[in-house]
């Protein structure tokens, strides 16, 4: 699926928190990340991924994340 804010050129990923067991959407190019898992309801880009990471006291590293699948 193509992502709403950088168009052709990001995969949007799920992904799931090593950490936290929390499941987000994140953009594998431009790094955005919606707080859910549906895709079909994404509305504004919530956060990018090392914000996200940042607020829960994690290193801002996509290591901290588990892929699960494309959408
Ligand atoms: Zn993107």
Redesign the pocket.
Known sequence: MQ?????E??D?VIVKVKKTGEEVLV??????LWKTVEAEHLGETVLDVSDFLTQRNLASDWGELELLRRV
Do not use: K, R
């Open positions: 992502c709403p804010t950088c168009g050129y990001g949007l953009c594998t190019e431009c790094d955005s």
